[in-house]
């Protein structure tokens, strides 16, 4: 059997405030093969980015690992009281975030900032050598002149150059993991296609496993095959991206696929009232109650364990929908193409 390109294990991450404990992240199981393209949705605040950040060490100083742990390619590298995961940021673990920004050096021409990662993990690696995989990488990147782009500072470059040149940069060490999270949110809807385009060639040909983070759930039914839908920190629902977008079984999942206007064609568009809550150590009970029209009083007197076909399928709710009530099943939803 293949071994696991990551391994999340039962991750729960919190904050310390002045006054108490928020939980960002609880209970998250998610395995991810060599290859696999897993994408994690949900609103703003459910703690997708404090999952990505946490694989690659980049939390807040008040952000810790209260429990679990994160192997990748077998090798523990977070757990509480064991951060190692400096020693596989950049290396096993490439990532391209929102902002083509914050994984570029303004100061740095593309050339220098490709050839630093490149010495920090591929050590031993010749000039020449190293020259080679620079242009091999941006031509793969669908960079036609890569010498000017290597010489080049990063605003001297459109924003869809930028965002190619910093999955350029995730990837030029040959990871075994990207992480990507929000990455397209900020280009053109064309761009946006091209860039995607990019990621399914190079997780077809380079055998990377993919995390993609996004709030477009048509972007992920496109790309993933198989999304983690996450709210208030948990995972509600983990599935196949077919089965979880055509018959979800939590609410949660349900009423984000019905705020889709293309989804919900043949019937009203309906956001979600309410927001999140604030979740502290001593929350009880489902975190969606108060916005989840099939609550009772059950949903709140206890934590809600999960169901359904293991880590790989099922969802946290003891009220599932059924899969003849389930709105993603409507005949009004686009043909998914996984
Ligand atoms: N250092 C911190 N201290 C306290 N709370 C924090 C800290 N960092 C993040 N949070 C809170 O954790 C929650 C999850 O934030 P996170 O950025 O992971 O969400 P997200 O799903 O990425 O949201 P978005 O879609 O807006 O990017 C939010 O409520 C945020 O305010
Ligand atoms: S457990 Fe209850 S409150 Fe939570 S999503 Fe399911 S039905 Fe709604
Ligand atoms: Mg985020």
Not at 150 to 177: D, F, K, N, T
Not at 224 to 245: F, H, K, N, S, W
Request: glycine letters at 10%; one cysteine or more.
């Amino acid at each position: 059997m293949t071994a696991s390109a990551l391994q999340i294990e039962d991750l729960r991450i919190e904050a310390r405030l002045a006054d108490d404990t928020l939980v960002l992240v609880d209970g998250l199981d998610l395995e991810l093969a060599p290859g696999e393209i897993v994408g994690v949705v949900g609103e703003s605040g459910s703690g997708k980015t404090t999952l990505v950040r946490s694989l690659i060490g980049l939390l807040d100083k008040n952000v810790t690992v209260a429990r679990g742990a994160v192997r990748v390619g077998g090798e523990q590298v977070l757990a509480p009281g064991r951060d190692t995961t400096a020693s596989v940021r950049g290396g096993a673990i490439g990532t391209v975030f929102q902002d083509a920004s914050r994984s570029l050096n303004p100061v740095l021409k593309v050339r220098a900032q490709l050839r630093e990662l490149l010495k920090a993990h591929k050590r031993g690696i010749s000039k020449g050598e190293a020259e080679e995989r620079m242009r091999t990488v941006l031509r793969r990147m669908q960079i036609d002149d890569p010498e000017r782009v290597l010489g080049s500072y990063p605003h001297q470059l459109s924003g869809g150059q930028r965002q190619r040149v910093a999955i350029a940069l995730a990837v030029v060490s040959e990871p075994q993991i990207v992480l990507a999270d929000e990455c397209t949110t900020a280009l053109d809807v064309t761009t946006q296609a091209e860039v995607v385009a990019l990621f399914r060639e190079l997780v077809a040909e380079l055998g990377v496993a993919l995390v993609f983070v996004t709030h477009d759930l048509l972007l992920a039914a496109d790309l993933c095959d198989r999304v983690v839908v996450m709210y208030g920190g948990q995972a509600a629902e983990i599935g196949p991206t077919r089965r979880v977008l055509l018959d979800p079984r939590h609410p949660y999942s349900a009423g984000l696929l019905a705020a889709v206007p293309s989804w919900s064609a043949d019937g009203p568009i309906r956001g979600i009232e309410g927001s999140a809550p604030r979740v502290t150590g001593a929350f009880t009970g489902c975190r969606f109650a108060d916005r989840c029209p099939r609550a009772t009083e059950e949903c709140r007197a206890a934590a809600i364990p999960w169901s359904g076909g293991g880590e790989r399928d099922g969802y946290r709710c003891i009220h599932p929908l059924s899969p003849a009530t389930a709105p993603g099943a409507s005949p009004g939803g686009p043909p998914v193409t996984v």
